[in-house]
């Protein structure tokens, strides 16, 4: 009987628990990221049902489940988690970020998964971007990544950056395609009338938002950029911008102020250190004790701002939408002050995105706007004698700035009084630019979809320069001019879109055309004879100049792509693009730019194994051709004329001959490479290497003025190449619930190298001397630098040659290699002396979090090559009353001080013989930058704030290098082609010191 009951129990408790596990109840909870922010639209699925539901706005859940059943939860990005359901009604998920290569990679026309690629793509994300402390978001982009490098213009604010990727491939147009949201925008630089500023360059990218961006793709390789034809030959960058999501409604506020102060002040003689040089170069000048005495005023303290420059910076956005319609909105400011008087930056930017989906999606719609508006104060800087600072470095010390009345003095200076310069000429642009964007799709079936797109580009450019009477690179009455460049862009496209499987082969098609319109209308006014106090155009009594030029291109191509893979284990893919372009004459209009890329990933094999520590393993391999039709324009291709004067005559003159051969220039480049994956991709290793040959390279090539007065013809005439390697490591070092921390290394070299140029009269190749000391020559890299060679200073007893004493060379002077041994120094005797393109590029960024504390540190370096230093050739080494020296060539050389490379001081023909281009010049250029380095902490869940981050940070706080210069980082030409790492003078970059916050509502 007690045996029988034991039983009947038994029985009794299991059918108790089966019920209570079969019996359903609630479950609630909230799915956050890893940094505790919610993640609506989170998908929760009971394991092996079809039942599920989403996560609201707030991250929010709640779905009917049985206590044995099993909850999946899955989002976009991040790795799927399994929780089992057992006694708890309340469930908390915290997702992990997903191995990056299920993160879906933005390309032409469309997106891949990383996995998936066949090609060269390099990602910067929203994280690496926000908070720049520069305007322009092309300063993140070449610091974080992999085979891009850039060069600042100047540190003055709004400065372009001038982006390289993978080397330059032309020698008149350098700069890659961006592509916001789908649309081309031109890169070009609209300023004309204010390019006596120096450095002050204008960019696209300076007109966005980093907070608004969502991500940015660089396309490297042919195959990836080809589909953009014949302007992708330097890489083309897609820059996607943040839409809505669907939930409840969401605000984001970010805010920042800071200041910026100057890295380093350039030191100078004292008026006694000068009065000293002088001496010892004429010999004949007696110390004046006055002199001597009599600093005068600190030119250089006072160019300067007091306090260094602020800057400000403010944002917000809201975002939100239902299953149908979704929007983003958003406004932000910027303010900039810089370190030099009379230079300021403001930029005012707006966008709002709307996103329609039918109820059966098969219909989507997407209307964009965007308006910025940027003004931008200006001074002479950079690659300009009588800049401010230039000025204040040379202009002789001892003198006043002010007369006893108050008013500038103007008399005592040779080139100009540097704090008049700084306060009084005017230099002002104003950039208005608007982008609106239409989109639609259907999806006529499952695997078939179509989607048009036209967009409409205005940029309203303005630019007004004033120099006054009493300044010597004006009028005597006052000299001013008004640029004004309107420049509309229309373009239409449409891609159809076909993906197919068929079994374990996935077919996936696109083809598409677009047409483009671009129109730019400019006009330039110049005047004299100003009245005291008026600085604008409307009030002058002489116009000097007025000019206005309407240039109009068109563009139409038709494109196509088509991949395949089997098995996501084998992938091809091959693209092609025809391009129609109005810049060339009709039998030369069209180009083809094929493109053809593979990849197997190897680990896919059963006979890999299944292995967690070495997980992934991929080979690719691509091969493409792109075009460049951009270094010419809309006329290259034409016979040109301009006004020609003579005596009391005026007249017209051939300044182009039309060449009907012209065509764009084509880049080939080949591209191999391996992805590895260890300890599910904690630990992910990229390599590439790649050669690029660039054929038909467009360049004006010279004739002689019996021909056309001056002038020269465009052709294609010259060849390059650029090869390199890339290594990129990204690594998890430290993975766990309260601390975690990531590295991202990245290495590239290059190689460049012109194998071709026109020919002389003989056969020969005709080398192109590009100023500054650099020259264009086969077998060289583009502005190589090309001088004498500098053998340290002829000493007492050395013999020296007649040729040379013949023209009063002495012990102190330079002692330069006589290369073809003639006894004399002369052009014959240059050589190549280094090169401005850097042979390795890289940076290292740490990434850590504890709890809720994160910290960033970012730096970059460039080695492997040389600066010309030409602010040391122009100032340091001239003996003449004109100019002051700086305290670095106190130790020149005199006859008790023999021991230093420095020569003695001199004037006249001698001057000019020590100062020659020269290796005395040539730096190295090597530099290694703690670009970024940043503490922040993050509050959540603090009243109506979602979460709430402050943060302190600071930029270029500490740089190591050997050059003598303001700053290696920066070149004075900016987007120059042929000057690459040349210095007159160029305004350094700034350290930057910011607090700030970012808060979600």
């Known amino acids: 009987m007690k045996t029988k009951f034991s039983g009947i129990l038994t029985l009794l408790l299991v059918l108790v628990v089966q019920l209570t596990f079969a019996q359903e109840k609630t479950i609630t909870g909230t799915v956050t990221d890893d940094l505790g922010l919610p993640l609506p639209g989170a998908n929760i699925i009971i394991k092996g049902t079809n039942t599920g539901t989403q996560s609201d706005f707030d991250g929010n859940y709640s779905i009917q489940a049985q206590a044995n059943q099993t909850l999946m939860y899955s989002y976009v990005g991040f790795e799927t988690k399994e929780i089992p359901v057992g006694a708890q009604t309340t469930i908390n998920v915290t997702m992990t970020p997903g191995a990056q290569l299920d993160e879906v990679v933005i390309t032409g026309y469309g997106e891949q998964k990383a996995k998936e690629l066949t090609t060269s ?86 007109s966005i938002n980093a907070n608004d961006i969502e991500s940015v793709t660089i396309l490297k390789d042919a195959a990836a950029a080809s589909i953009y034809g014949s302007r992708s030959a330097n890489g083309v960058i897609l820059i996607t911008t943040k839409k809505g999501k669907k939930g409840v409604f969401r605000a984001n506020v970010n805010h920042y102020t800071g200041y910026q102060r100057e890295i380093e002040r350039p030191e100078v003689f004292t008026s006694g250190q000068y009065a000293r040089f002088v001496a010892a170069t004429n010999g004949d000048f007696e110390d004046d004790p006055a002199f001597l005495e009599d600093e005068g005023d600190d030119y250089i303290s006072a160019v300067y701002r007091p306090g260094g420059g602020f800057l400000t910076s403010t944002d917000a956005s809201i975002t939100g939408g239902s299953d149908n319609v979704t929007f983003y909105s958003s406004f932000g400011s910027y303010e900039q002050e810089g370190v030099l008087l009379g230079q300021d930056y403001k930029r005012k930017n707006g966008q709002v995105t709307g996103t329609f989906n039918s109820s059966d999606s098969k219909f989507t719609a997407t209307g964009s706007a965007s308006l910025t508006n940027e003004n931008q104060s200006l001074i002479n800087s950079d690659n300009n004698i009588f800049a401010p600072l230039t000025t204040a470095i040379l202009e002789a010390p001892g003198n006043m700035l002010f007369n006893e009345d108050g008013t500038f003095n103007t008399s ?82 449409q891609t159809f879109n076909y993906n197919k499987k068929f079994g374990q082969l996935a077919l996936n098609a696109l083809a598409g055309y677009e047409f483009q319109n671009d129109q730019n209308n400019s006009v330039l006014l110049a005047a004299t004879g100003f009245p005291n106090g008026i ?254 060679q500098a053998n340290g200073l002829w000493q007492e007893g050395d013999a020296i040659p007649q040729p040379l004493l013949d023209r009063g060379v002495s012990p ?16 014959d005797d240059r050589v190549f002396i280094g090169k401005g393109l850097p042979g390795v590029t890289g940076n ?139 210095d007159f003078f160029t305004q350094g970059l700034n350290r930057t010191f910011k607090i700030g916050f970012n808060a979600s509502l």
């Open 844 to 982: 290292f960024r740490l990434t850590m979090n504890y709890k809720n504390f994160d910290f960033t540190a970012n730096t970059n370096f460039a080695l492997d090559y040389n600066i010309y230093n030409n602010t040391l050739a122009f100032a340091g080494a001239s003996g003449s009353r004109t100019f002051n020296k700086f305290a670095s060539q106190l130790d020149y050389w005199t006859p008790t001080n023999t021991d230093t490379d420095l020569p003695r001081p001199r004037t006249g023909a001698l001057q000019s013989y020590n100062n020659q281009d020269s290796s005395r010049f040539i730096e190295d250029g090597d530099y290694f930058r703690l670009k970024e380095i940043s503490l922040g902490y993050t509050i959540r869940d603090i009243n109506w704030f979602e979460s709430v981050r402050v943060y302190v940070s600071v930029d270029n706080l500490l740089t190591i290098t050997d050059y003598s210069g303001f700053d290696p980082e920066v070149s004075t030409f900016g987007a120059v082609n042929t000057a690459y790492s040349t």
């Open 412 to 493: 005592d200076f040779t080139f100009s009084n540097p704090l008049q310069n700084a306060t009084v000429v005017v230099g002002e642009t104003e950039t208005q630019r608007f982008i609106g964007s239409l989109s639609a799709g259907y999806q006529f079936y499952d695997d078939l979809s179509t989607n048009f797109r036209v967009s409409y580009s205005r940029i309203d450019f303005t630019e007004r320069s004033f120099f006054p009477a009493e300044h010597p690179s004006g009028d005597p009455d006052g000299s001013g001019s008004l640029d004004i460049n309107l420049v509309e862009t229309l373009i239409m496209n």
């Open 121 to 206: 793509v390099t990602t910067v994300t929203a994280e690496q971007i926000q908070n720049v402390s520069t305007p322009n978001i092309a300063k993140s982009i070449q610091g974080n990544a992999l085979g891009v490098f850039g060069g600042q213009a100047s540190g003055a604010p709004g400065a372009a950056v001038n982006i390289l990727v993978r080397g330059p491939s032309s020698l008149t147009s350098n700069g890659p395609l961006y592509v916001i949201d789908g649309v081309p925008i031109s890169a070009n630089n609209l300023s004309s009338g204010l390019r006596a500023f120096g450095g002050q360059d204008t960019s696209p990218l300076s």
């Open 535 to 788: 600085t604008y155009l409307g009030a002058a009594s002489t116009p000097t100049t007025a000019s206005q030029n309407l240039i109009r291109e068109k563009r139409f191509g038709y494109f196509a792509r088509v991949g395949l893979d089997w098995a996501k284990k084998y992938f091809i893919e091959a693209s092609m693009r025809a391009d129609a372009y109005s810049g060339f004459s009709l039998e030369d209009r069209i180009g083809y730019f094929p493109a053809i890329s593979g990849a197997y990933i190897v680990s896919k094999e059963d006979w890999f194994g299944d292995s967690e520590t070495f997980n992934f393993f991929k080979l690719k391999a691509s091969y493409g051709v792109t075009g460049n039709s951009e270094p010419l324009g809309a006329f290259g291709y034409l016979s040109l004329g301009g006004t020609a004067n003579y005596a009391d005559l005026s007249g017209t003159q051939v300044v182009q001959i039309a060449n009907p051969l012209l065509t764009w220039e084509e880049t080939a480049q080949l591209n191999v490479g391996t992805e590895l994956g260890f300890f599910n991709d904690r630990i992910f290793i990229t390599y590439d290497y790649f050669k690029k040959e660039s054929t038909d390279v467009l360049l004006t090539r010279p004739t002689p003025n019996s021909v056309t007065g001056g002038g020269g013809i465009n052709d294609n005439v010259a060849e390059i190449t650029n090869s390199g390697h890339e290594v990129s490591l990204n690594a998890k070092i430290i993975k766990s619930d309260d601390f975690n921390a990531s590295i991202l290394v990245n290495v590239a070299t290059l190689e460049n190298e012109v194998t071709a140029l026109f020919n002389d009269a003989d056969g020969e190749p005709l080398p192109i001397d590009a100023g500054f000391a650099t020259r264009i020559d086969v077998g060289q890299p583009i502005g190589a630098f090309f001088g004498l």
């Open 812 to 827: 102190g002077d330079v002692r330069y290699v006589d290369t073809n041994g003639d006894g004399d120094i002369s052009d």
